[in-house]
Each structure stands twice: as structure tokens, then as C-alpha cells.
């Protein structure tokens, strides 16, 4: 007697609209690069004392894409500001965005948008987050160490719900 396989539930690229059974995301990188850094301490030499109380830190997260040179090409930036504060007088400041080159092969039309949003910015992500911690610590601040970020989440509630994005 032949056995019938047990029906499976897939999660077909995490939203991406990609099959996981067809191997990786058709996505590659061509460079990555800051296209923009700033790290400032408003208040100088009395941040120090201040950093004793722990500060209140807002980051705030967005990407954007926009297509360049050949098709397929896209131009990922991912932006990441922080903002610590204490008794709301500022500490610190950095403010990141971090580029890369990537390039979206052999998937149809409606599904760049979301692979370019949602796996690019994931894939530069770790690297972004490096940068962040060590300008703060280079700043004399313990390192900042950013959460993850669901950038699926993310994309729907920056590009389905706002239309951004230039691709």
C-alpha cells in the first residue's frame, strides 16, 4: 500500500511571494556603503554625568528603494535615527543611512517591490546595526544595541498603507 505524504502548510516566502522550495530569494548585492552618518552630543562634557540616570531612547526605522541604472537594479536605503534623552534634554544623536546596490532577478513584476523592500533592507540591516553601536560607543556611550526589525512589517506599514517607495 502506498503511503500518501502528510499535507503540508507553507509559508510561501514569508510575504515575499517567493516559494522557500525554490531555494533563495533571486536577490543579490552588489555593494553596500553610509551614504549618510551623524552622531552628535548636544550637551558635550555634561552628557557624561547624565548617562549615570538611564536615558530614554527613541529609534525610529524607514526604508526606501528607487530604481537605478540597468533593470533589476535597485538602489536599498535603510534610515535609523536615535535619539537618547534624559529629563528631556538631549544626549545623543545618530542619525544612519546605510545603501546598497541590489539586483532582483527571474521573479515576476509584482513581486519586486515587496523583495526589494522587505529582503533588502534585511539582508543590510546587521550591518546598519553595527555602525549605530559603534558610533555611539565611539561617542563615549555605552553601545547601542538595536532590536531586530520585522521589515515585512514595516513595508506594509510604510509602503501598502502610505504608497512610498520609488520603485
Known amino acids: 500500500m502506498a503511503e500518501n505524504p502528510e499535507p503540508s502548510i507553507k509559508n510561501v516566502g514569508n510575504g515575499t511571494g517567493v516559494d522557500p522550495d525554490q531555494g533563495s530569494v533571486p536577490l543579490g548585492i552588489g555593494a553596500q556603503y553610509i551614504k549618510d552618518l551623524s552622531f552628535e552630543n548636544p550637551r558635550g ?4 554625568s ?3 540616570n538611564n536615558p530614554d531612547v527613541n529609534v525610529d526605522v524607514s526604508t526606501n528603494a528607487r530604481s537605478v541604472g540597468e533593470e533589476g537594479m535597485f538602489e536599498v ?19 544612519l543611512t546605510y545603501s546598497g546596490i541590489i539586483q532582483v532577478s527571474d521573479v515576476p513584476e509584482e513581486d519586486i517591490k515587496p523583495i526589494v523592500l522587505i529582503e533588502g533592507p534585511k539582508h543590510l540591516f546587521p550591518f546598519a546595526r553595527a555602525i549605530i553601536s559603534n558610533a555611539v560607543r565611539d561617542g563615549g556611550f555605552p553601545p547601542l544595541l538595536i532590536n531586530p526589525i520585522d521589515f515585512g512589517a514595516l513595508y506594509i506599514e510604510q509602503h501598502i498603507n502610505s504608497n512610498g517607495s520609488d520603485i
Open 77 to 95: 536605503s535603510v534610515f535609523i535615527r536615535a535619539e537618547a534623552t534624559v529629563d528631556d534634554a538631549p544626549v545623543f544623536i545618530v542619525e
Open 45 to 48: 562634557i555634561e552628557t557624561l
Open 50 to 52: 547624565a548617562i549615570q
